[in-house]
């Protein structure tokens, strides 16, 4: 009888010991649970305040358009509002243009570019700036600038030897496309290696030669949206942290409207 009682007993023990168990197991979830909020709100919280140090919400005017600084992440980025008018779509499109360097300071890049492009163009790359970590960012940012003001687009390279070498690589063929080829109504954007250590922009024609150092081809592709943007005629500002920027486009070339 007393070993029957002594078996219920340690049966007793061990269900009570078992109870504790899942109930430390559960109140150390918990734990972690809290600990773990209260983690992200405490990083949400420091990197809204480390956002605002930094300047985001900050406005400033450049070149009569109003930027905003903004952060994705920890990524800084300075947007404003275009209103870009496009006869050949008859229609005009409210674009945001978002860039991720000052436009003040990308003004240290010099840029020498005096008329805008055609509605044809050709974004053509040299060799070394494809070898550039990004690049493939810019290309696709350019792209979208193309269309933002309404105009056709196509990818092409510099020289013949290069699309022999893309076209064994890759399987793709593309057109080989250089400042000759800046006419009939077609503009050329080239992408290419600076012969110096430094970076700037200029102009043949409807040629726009990017040429690239370091590849800082983020800066410069930046720095050619806005002195194409300065060949526009703005208007005045529609609103808190917007500009207008009006454009129009005849058969050959994207013009300004006021």
């Not at 992200?40 to 605002?52: A, E, L, M, R, Y």
């Not at 952060?71 to 800084?76: Q, W």
């Not at 057109?175 to 043949?204: E, M, R």
Request: net charge positive; glycine share 4%.
């Amino acid at each position: 009888m007393a070993e029957k009682q002594e078996k219920e007993n340690r049966k007793k023990e061990k269900r009570r010991k078992w109870n504790y168990k899942k109930i430390a197991i559960a109140l150390l979830v918990i734990v972690i649970l809290l600990a773990l909020v209260l983690a992200f709100f405490v990083f949400d919280f420091g990197q809204k305040i480390w956002h605002k140090l930094q300047g985001e919400g900050t406005t400033f005017v450049y070149h009569n358009m109003t930027f905003k600084k903004t952060f994705l992440g920890n990524l800084a980025l300075y947007e404003t509002n275009l209103a870009i008018y496009r006869p050949i779509q008859n229609n005009t499109l409210y674009w945001t243009l978002k860039i991720r360097n000052d436009p003040r300071k990308l003004d240290k890049i010099p840029a020498n570019v005096t008329s805008k492009l055609t509605r044809k163009i050709y974004i053509s790359f040299a060799k070394e700036p494809l070898q550039c970590q990004g690049i493939m960012l810019t290309s696709y940012r350019l792209g979208e600038f193309a269309d933002a003001l309404g105009a056709y687009k196509e990818a092409a390279v510099s020289n013949e030897e290069f699309a022999k070498e893309l076209a064994k690589e890759s399987n793709e063929s593309y057109p080989v496309k250089n400042c000759d080829d800046a006419k009939n109504g077609w503009s050329v954007i080239l992408l290419k290696q600076s012969n110096t250590n430094f970076s700037y922009i200029h102009q043949q024609g409807t040629c726009y030669i990017l040429e690239i150092a370091n590849c800082e081809h983020i800066p410069v592709s930046e720095r050619f949206f806005l002195a194409l943007i300065d060949t526009m005629s703005p208007e005045s500002p529609t609103g808190p942290g917007s500009s207008a920027q009006e454009t129009a486009t005849d058969d050959n070339e994207i013009t300004n409207e006021s």
